[in-house]
């Protein structure tokens, strides 16, 4: 088991689990295409470990956890500005996740409304993973954790549809 990170500006949201298996991210600045490959999509849902009115029932990839998801889109896959792999000052390596500017009132009064639920990540329509939201974010987060350079590129090319570069 890893234990990673959503660095969400100044919070910190806690996933224990191999989030999304991670395994591959094209860094996708200046590689002229668009972030989300065509037929693929993301989107982030609120979700809880109980069942609640309207939510629908799925299982975590990672680890076969039932999960209860609101129907209701976060965050759809037309509202992805970037997603890239970098590496911090000390070379570890991580997601930098960035919303559309449009978004990001939204996005902070949901995680704000709905701190100690989850946010599952679904990626064409299959749950990956759903970590706790423990305080708001607005547009930008990082997925952080025990994982390279490698590593993070192959979630990249997870959650983009496109292979690693």
Not at 56 to 74: A, F, G, I, S
């Amino acid at each position: 088991m890893k234990d990673f990170v959503f660095d969400c500006l100044s919070s910190h949201v806690h996933a224990v689990g191999l989030l999304l298996g991670l395994a591959g991210l094209g860094v996708l600045l200046g590689c002229g295409r668009p972030t989300i490959a065509p037929n693929h999509e993301i989107s982030l849902h609120i979700a809880d470990t109980k069942p609640g009115f309207g939510f629908q029932r799925m299982v975590l990839w990672v680890n076969d956890e039932p999960v209860y998801v609101e129907p209701e889109k976060l965050l759809d896959t037309d509202e992805f500005a970037e997603i890239s792999v970098m590496t911090d000052v000390d070379g570890s390596a991580f997601i930098q996740v960035v919303a559309k500017k449009s978004v990001g009132d939204r996005l902070f009064e949901a995680t704000d409304k709905n701190r100690g639920k989850l946010i599952a990540i679904l990626v064409n329509g299959v749950a990956l993973q759903a970590v706790p939201i423990n305080s708001p974010f607005y547009r930008e987060f990082r997925i952080m954790g025990d994982f390279d350079l490698e590593d993070g590129q192959a979630g990249v090319s997870l959650l983009t549809g496109y292979p690693p570069d």
